[in-house]
């Protein structure tokens, strides 16, 4: 935890992927402090005329690279939010070669009852985790 979808603009060979999945990982990693093997992650392709990211009107350009990374997470402070932020930028700019213009992130929280990792139980709550 936390749970990642990355959308993204179809294109990119099984490499790509990869270098894309692990450098997200990588800023999770540093930004929020979880276990190595903490990694649930869920890649999507879309044709480009799918995927539509304008500016919000501040003047960021977008190109084919747009990567739209959605996270749900237990609570995080805003310091570590902005943490990943900047980590995952570097990290898709020096693995990947992606721009930080075409990095959009939206975090969602929720709560430790909000999990289950398998076999029917609420791992958060139930101390396993």
């Known amino acids: 935890m936390p749970l990642l979808r990355?959308?993204?603009?179809?294109?990119?060979?099984?490499?790509?992927?990869?270098?894309?999945?692990?450098?997200?990982?990588?800023?999770?990693?540093?930004?929020?402090h979880v276990?190595?093997?903490?990694?649930?992650?869920?890649?999507?392709?879309?044709?480009?005329?799918?995927?539509?990211?304008?500016?919000?009107?501040?003047?960021?350009?977008r190109t084919k690279n747009l990567v739209m990374v959605s996270m749900v997470s237990r609570e995080r402070t805003p310091e570590m939010k902005q943490k990943?932020?900047?980590?995952?930028?570097?990290?898709?700019k020096e693995s990947c070669g992606i721009e930080a213009s075409d990095v959009i992130v939206s975090i969602v929280s929720n709560s430790a009852a909000d999990w289950s990792f398998g076999n029917g139980r609420a791992q958060f709550v139930t101390g396993e985790l």
Do not use: K, M, W
């Open 84 to 92: 990943f932020y900047a980590e995952l930028c570097r990290e898709l």
């Open 35 to 61: 276990p190595q093997r903490d990694r649930y992650q869920n890649y999507h392709e879309h044709p480009q005329a799918h995927l539509v990211a304008e500016d919000t009107g501040l003047g960021i350009t």
């Open 6 to 32: 990355i959308d993204a603009v179809e294109g990119r060979s099984e490499v790509e992927i990869r270098n894309l999945l692990d450098a997200t990982q990588r800023a999770v990693l540093s930004a929020f």
